[in-house]
């Protein structure tokens, strides 16, 4: 018997404040490790109405001026007019920064007093900056390996900043968030039963000055210059029976930290997959590379793609789990949900054969402490909005499938009993 169901995902834009909070901490990241690859960065950064708080453990021989970042960022973002009750110009910065702990430090730490030490005594001897447990996640049902509702989320999301930004139309103000439902049969989708924009906008558009007309002129627009452009190269379209819902409430001019405050890290599953796939409680923004929570969890991504990437199975979840000052996972877990074109116990002894997941050897094999310097003082930043994952505009790591025609080749052995 076939089973229908909606799935629904969400976005935001780079105004929501959360999302303002996220920019900020992965400014201040990106920032200290172009000068400093070493530095230990934990970020949290707090807005609300009129103010920034810049808070945390920062450990680092490099010297920035956070108020100066948090000023330029938020700017950047689209808060400069004081008038809509946040701006960079006028908003209050506090700095509250200690530094890392050192019984944090210490297993982090070891390798770096060892350097005769050969490579793979250097890998093991860094241990992971924290327990936990990271979850990955990668299906066939978009281009780039993500599930179609989260993806279309982010589309929304970012084309909604783009017409804002290049002036087309000029009345959006910087906050906004979208939402998604995908209509699925046995598991594929197979349309889109709703679609949802609130965004930020001024009190009135040009003449217009009705609540009511204000609103059709948006729904219209959004419509029009939002929402279909970016169904251009997708399958599955909206058609007569979708919903199209703009601002609900019927205006929404109090937006940003102004109508709500925000929070670094409170966004981890816009940062992920939406909720399609599991997640492990850790927040990205703001931490260096040596925190698991971030470098592992685009580990797991990485050996989740290239599972379906090299055509192994449909949709792929993997976790991974570390202790405190111990290199090597305490667990390792593939799942593929009956989509897998071999065991998945097979698929787990690949994975441990041919991924890095040490993580000494994440950071090393993604470059993740020294990305900042190579790209202008500008990386963690660029994920901080609109998604860590399935990022087809920017040149992310993990997003490779180098490892698919090794994969590949591996299973193909595996099923006709050549020992790999």
């Known amino acids: 018997m076939s089973r229908r169901y909606l799935f629904t995902s969400e976005s935001v834009t780079e105004g929501h404040p959360d999302k303002i909070c996220d920019q900020i901490s992965d400014t201040i990241l990106d ?235 409170r966004k981890i599953i816009v940062d992920t997959y939406g909720g399609y796939s599991r997640h492990g409680g850790g927040a990205f923004s703001g931490k260096d590379p040596t925190k698991v929570d971030r470098s592992a969890a685009y580990a797991c991504r990485y050996v989740a793609k290239n599972i379906v990437a090299a055509g192994l199975a449909e949709k792929c979840e993997v976790q991974l789990s570390y202790a405190i000052g111990v290199a090597r996972p305490v667990s390792i877990m593939v799942e593929t949900f009956g989509t897998g074109k071999i065991d998945d116990d097979r698929l787990l002894d690949l994975v441990k054969q041919h991924f890095e997941l040490r993580p000494a050897g994440i950071i090393r094999m993604f470059g993740l402490c020294n990305l900042p310097g190579e790209r202008d003082g500008r990386f963690y930043q660029e994920v901080a909005a609109y998604g860590h994952f399935g990022r087809t505009d920017l040149e992310l790591p993990w997003e490779q499938t180098d490892k698919a025609d090794v994969l590949k080749e591996a299973a193909s052995q595996l099923l006709s009993g050549v020992t790999v």
């Open 31 to 265: 920032t200290l490790l172009s000068l400093d690859p070493k530095s230990r960065v934990a970020a949290e950064v707090v807005v609300n109405t009129g103010l920034v708080l810049i808070t945390g453990e920062i450990s680092s021989k490099a010297h920035v001026n956070y108020v100066e970042l948090a000023r330029k960022k938020i700017a950047e973002i689209g808060y400069t007019d004081a008038t809509n009750g946040f701006s960079a110009s006028s908003c209050a910065v506090l700095v509250a920064l200690d530094e890392q702990s050192p019984d944090i430090a210490q297993g982090v730490d070891q390798a770096h007093e060892t350097r005769e030490q050969t490579s793979e005594e250097e890998l093991d001897a860094i241990g992971a900056g924290d327990q936990g447990l990271m979850f990955g996640f990668a299906c066939d049902e978009t281009p780039e390996l993500m599930p179609l509702p989260i993806s279309l989320a982010h589309r929304i999301s970012r084309k909604l900043a783009a017409v804002r930004k290049t002036g087309q139309l000029p009345y959006l103000r910087p906050d906004g968030k979208t939402q998604v439902t995908v209509i699925y049969e046995d598991g594929r989708p197979i349309g889109i039963d709703t679609i949802l924009v609130s965004t930020q906008h001024t009190p009135t558009i040009d003449d217009i000055t009705e609540q009511a007309a204000v609103q059709a002129k948006i729904k219209e627009d959004l419509w029009a210059l939002v929402v279909q452009p970016i169904f251009s190269d997708i399958s599955v379209q909206p058609d007569e029976r979708t919903r199209f819902l703009v601002n609900p409430t019927g205006k929404f001019v109090i937006g940003g930290p102004q109508g709500d405050s925000g929070l670094t890290g």
